[in-house]
């Protein structure tokens, strides 16, 4: 008996909880700006701790790698910078695939800044490529190649590295695979990142491969190992992506 009215007594507290919700009556808010003002309030034991990893990552971005006499600038739709970029990755390819590779593609939108003439560092490989991309070799249909090139004429070029495109008004006019004319009906193999190869930057026609092989290396490892071997860094427009 006692237990029965324990329990209809809980049931009717719990039912009549029920009936009743809580609603915020009031409720004030303050803006704390994050800028320079919060540099008084700097946790000083925290930054004595970052200190030491701090000046170990600045000698470490601060070794130098190579030299480049003049500046490799960034610009569409070809440029030194892209030009570099593009033919560093296609060498760095030859060597890591077990395969022939015909050409390579980079993004001007991931050319995240230029070198100025003077030494080149570790640093600015590292602001040149801040992801962690990856080296991947499809093999493309020629058809998928041409369509490559149309998005290259429709949003102003690309980085391109065993091949030379000429489009007039938006549209391609000729497209040069070594010393050959592109043929639509060949299969060819295309070094360029994993990142571009899920079609990002316009270049769906990536995601169209046959076959797709990734190296597991950083493309950044091999722009750093490129600048090391390379020891002068010179790259230069050479016509290689004309748009008229």
């Known amino acids: 008996m006692r237990k029965s009215f324990y329990l209809l007594f809980l049931l009717s507290v719990l039912s009549g909880c029920g009936r009743h919700t ?4 009031d409720a004030t808010t303050e803006a704390i700006p994050v800028n320079s003002t919060a540099d008084a309030i700097q946790d000083s034991s925290y930054l004595d701790i970052l200190a030491p990893i701090k000046a170990d990552m600045e000698r470490e971005m601060n070794v130098q790698l190579g030299y480049a006499p003049e500046e490799l ?3 569409a739709p070809e440029c030194p910078m892209l030009n570099w970029a593009s033919d560093a990755l296609w060498e760095a390819a030859k060597k890591a695939y077990n395969g022939h590779v015909d050409i390579a593609i980079v993004n001007m939108g991931g050319m995240r800044c230029s070198w100025p003439a003077g030494p080149i560092t570790r640093g600015n490989v590292f602001e ?3 992801f962690d991309n990856r080296l991947v070799i499809l093999t493309l249909k020629g058809e998928d190649v041409l369509s490559l090139c ?8 690309q980085g391109v590295a065993g091949m030379r495109v000429k489009t ?6 000729e497209v040069m695979i070594g010393e050959k004319a592109l043929d ?5 193999t295309v070094a360029t990142s994993d990142y571009l190869a899920g079609g990002a930057d316009h270049m769906e026609a990536l995601t169209h ?4 092989w990734d190296s597991d290396l950083l493309i950044r490892d091999l722009y750093i190992e490129t600048v090391r071997e390379q020891d002068t860094i010179r790259a ?3 016509g290689r992506m004309t748009m008229l």
């Open 73 to 75: 600038w960034v610009g």
């Open 209 to 212: 491969y046959t076959d797709y």
């Open 236 to 238: 230069a427009v050479d």
């Open 128 to 130: 040149l490529m801040p």
């Open 150 to 157: 149309e998005s290259f004429a429709q949003y102003g070029g």
């Open 22 to 25: 809580l609603r915020v009556a």
């Open 168 to 173: 007039v008004n938006e549209r391609v006019a």
């Open 184 to 188: 639509v009906h060949s299969e060819y």
